[in-house]
């Protein structure tokens, strides 16, 4: 959709937005959580306080009551992706079926009903805790805003939505077609759900410590456990435990420092994704649009926006842009890119003329980790001691409890049904150093982009088909 409004309105619809994330702009937010001091010792120690990590501390406590567990967070519980993202908790375990069927055909099946499963189990675990996050389970509904992209949502399958039906769901201009998923999908308040999570995880025993960031990793001699040392507001902390978990995932693998678990630095590449939200809108604007609150919406191209109503009514609109930065660079200053937040209102302002006059709020961005595979991977290190899952790739709010799920039994060594699959079991191919990495992004984002206005597939992303790499968000 690269495409500009002639009103103008989009580019005055900005003004006044706060480069704040709009989850985690609330007095709601609990305080931070005292660092770790001194020395401590745990049975599970966790690296990372988003999703990840938080439902990795739960799952362990509940799954064998009475484990040691301590989470350590670097910043804030929540403050980056977890806390940045649109709230689309999906089941999906490999970013859509048409990258999970190419790549493990024999297993998609398994998948598929892995990650149903697992979103029930988010459902039925946010509401056995009493967890007020606005969770709502409407599914999610994907529209063609370009006519090659209309064959794309499989007109001849039954669910397909020409463009008369597609607008009765959500009254857009731009739809040509749609597809409504119904049962893959839940929306919700990402802050407010890691808040849960982490409240539940203490009140079963797991200790939090926020500012504790990790500066060294190493097996203890003889192999009895892991030392991690960690630098506080108050200095450096020690912590030796039995098991580690890694859930770090945008931000540099701590295994990475060691030339022996190299691979492990180079396994993800971190993208930076731009989000708007608007003003609340009004009962009789939200009933103009036609929109049930609980579906959340994605368009069909490469480049895609992704967009909810979220639990006050407002309109939260991402995606489109997706930048990597040479070097692998994670910096305060990129969050703050004036020309795709620019472009993101363009687009909103042409999707939804009927709501002219309408201001975005909020602006803010968040960095993500993809991987070659565009969904998570697995490792391990120091004898099966230390395991690490990273790559969601913009999935991770409901994936995230999956690979809890899938370290846990790894550091107690079951064999399940989790543990058995090729995806898990197998890490793809890791990005090349720079400047090979940043040359082989772009050209792939260019060539995504030329197949989103052209429809047809280049040479180069065929290439990558057959070798099974990639690059997307």
Same mark, same amino acid.
């Given at each position: 959709?690269?495409?500009?409004?002639?009103?103008?309105?989009?580019?005055?619809?900005?003004?006044?937005?706060?480069?704040?994330?709009?989850?985690?702009?609330?007095?709601?937010?609990?305080?931070?959580?005292?660092?770790?001091?001194?020395?401590?010792?745990?049975?599970? #120690?966790?690296?990372?306080?988003?999703?990840?990590?938080? *439902?990795?501390?739960?799952?362990?406590?509940?799954?064998?009551?009475?484990?040691?567990?301590?989470?350590?967070?670097?910043?804030?519980?929540?403050?980056?992706?977890? /806390?940045?993202?649109?709230?689309?908790?999906?089941?999906?375990?490999?970013?859509?079926?048409?990258?999970?069927?190419?790549? *493990?055909?024999?297993?998609?099946?398994?998948?598929?009903?892995?990650?149903?499963?697992?979103?029930?189990?988010?459902?039925?675990?946010?509401?056995?805790?009493?967890?007020?996050?606005?969770?709502?389970?409407?599914?999610?509904?994907?529209?063609?805003? +370009?006519?090659?992209?209309?064959?794309?949502?499989?007109?001849?399958?039954?669910?397909?939505?020409?463009?008369?039906?597609?607008?009765?769901?959500?009254?857009?201009?731009?739809?040509?077609?749609?597809?409504?998923?119904?049962?893959?999908?839940? !929306?919700?308040?990402?802050?407010?759900?890691?808040?849960?999570?982490?409240?539940?995880?203490?009140?079963?025993?797991?200790?939090?410590?926020?500012?504790?960031?990790?500066?060294?990793? &190493?097996?203890?001699?003889? @192999?009895?456990?892991?030392?991690?040392?960690?630098?506080?507001?108050?200095?450096?902390?020690?912590?030796?435990?039995?098991? %580690?978990?890694?859930?770090?995932?945008?931000?540099?693998?701590?295994?990475?420092?060691?030339?022996?678990?190299?691979?492990?630095? *180079?396994?993800?590449?971190? !993208?930076?994704?731009?989000?708007? $939200?608007?003003?609340?809108?009004?009962?009789?604007?939200?009933?103009?649009?036609? *929109?049930?609150?609980? %579906? /959340?919406? $994605?368009?069909?191209?490469?480049?895609?926006?992704?967009?909810?109503?979220?639990?006050?009514?407002?309109?939260?609109?991402? @995606?489109?842009?997706?930048?990597?930065?040479?070097?692998?660079?994670? &910096?305060?200053?990129? #969050?703050?890119?004036?020309?795709?937040?620019? &472009?993101?209102?363009?687009?909103?302002?042409?999707?939804?003329?009927?709501?002219?006059?309408? &201001?975005?709020?909020?602006?803010? $961005? @968040? !960095?993500?980790?993809?991987?070659?595979?565009?969904?998570? #991977?697995?490792?391990?290190?120091?004898?099966?001691?230390?395991?690490?899952?990273?790559?969601?790739?913009? #999935?991770?709010?409901?994936?995230?409890?999956?690979? $809890?799920?899938?370290?846990?039994?790894?550091?107690?060594?079951?064999?399940?049904?989790?543990?058995?699959?090729?995806?898990?079991?197998?890490?793809?191919?890791?990005?090349?150093?720079?400047?090979?990495?940043?040359?082989?992004?772009?050209?792939?984002?260019?060539?995504?982009?030329?197949?989103?206005?052209?429809?047809?597939?280049?040479?180069?992303?065929?290439?990558?088909? +057959?070798?099974?790499?990639?690059?997307?968000?």
């Amino acid at each position: 959709m690269e495409t500009t409004t002639t009103t103008g309105w989009g580019r005055r619809a900005l003004q006044g937005a706060r480069p704040v994330p709009l989850w985690l702009d609330t007095p709601d937010r609990p305080a931070a959580r005292p660092p770790v001091k001194d020395e401590e010792q745990a049975d599970l #120690l966790v690296v990372g306080g988003g999703f990840t990590g938080l *439902w990795t501390a739960l799952r362990a406590v509940e799954r064998s009551p009475g484990t040691r567990v301590l989470l350590v967070e670097a910043d804030r519980l929540a403050e980056q992706a977890t /806390g940045r993202n649109g709230g689309f908790c999906e089941a999906s375990l490999t970013h859509g079926e048409e990258n999970g069927r190419s790549r *493990w055909p024999q297993e998609y099946e398994a998948l598929e009903r892995l990650g149903l499963r697992n979103l029930d189990e988010i459902e039925e675990t946010i509401a056995r805790y009493g967890i007020d996050c606005g969770f709502a389970r409407g599914g999610s509904l994907t529209v063609a805003t +370009r006519p090659h992209e209309v064959a794309s949502l499989a007109p001849e399958d039954p669910g397909f939505l020409d463009a008369e039906a597609v607008r009765a769901h959500l009254d857009s201009p731009t739809y040509l077609a749609g597809r409504h998923d119904a049962r893959g999908t839940a !929306v919700v308040d990402p802050a407010r759900l890691a808040w849960g999570l982490a409240e539940t995880a203490e009140r079963l025993g797991v200790r939090i410590a926020e500012r504790s960031r990790v500066t060294q990793l &190493r097996q203890l001699p003889g @192999g009895d456990g892991v030392q991690v040392r960690l630098q506080t507001p108050h200095g450096t902390a020690v912590v030796t435990a039995e098991q %580690v978990v890694l859930a770090t995932n945008a931000f540099p693998n701590p295994l990475g420092r060691s030339w022996r678990h190299l691979r492990a630095r *180079w396994e993800t590449v971190p !993208v930076y994704d731009y989000v708007l $939200a608007t003003e609340p809108l009004t009962e009789e604007q939200l009933a103009a649009l036609g *929109w049930d609150p609980a %579906v /959340g919406v $994605a368009d069909a191209g490469n480049q895609f926006h992704y967009y909810r109503i979220t639990p006050d009514r407002r309109i939260l609109w991402g @995606g489109y842009d997706v930048v990597y930065h040479f070097g692998r660079s994670i &910096r305060e200053e990129h #969050l703050d890119r004036p020309q795709t937040f620019q &472009r993101l209102a363009d687009h909103f302002a042409a999707t939804f003329p009927q709501l002219e006059g309408i &201001r975005f709020t909020h602006r803010w $961005a @968040g !960095v993500i980790d993809t991987s070659t595979q565009f969904c998570a #991977l697995f490792g391990q290190a120091h004898g099966g001691r230390t395991v690490y899952a990273t790559g969601f790739t913009g #999935l991770g709010v409901g994936a995230s409890r999956f690979a $809890a799920d899938v370290m846990l039994d790894r550091l107690q060594g079951l064999d399940t049904a989790r543990t058995r699959l090729e995806m898990v079991r197998k890490r793809p191919p890791p990005f090349p150093p720079e400047p090979f990495a940043w040359l082989g992004i772009m050209i792939t984002t260019w060539a995504r982009a030329r197949e989103d206005a052209t429809g047809r597939r280049n040479l180069w992303l065929r290439t990558l088909d +057959r070798l099974g790499l990639g690059f997307d968000s």
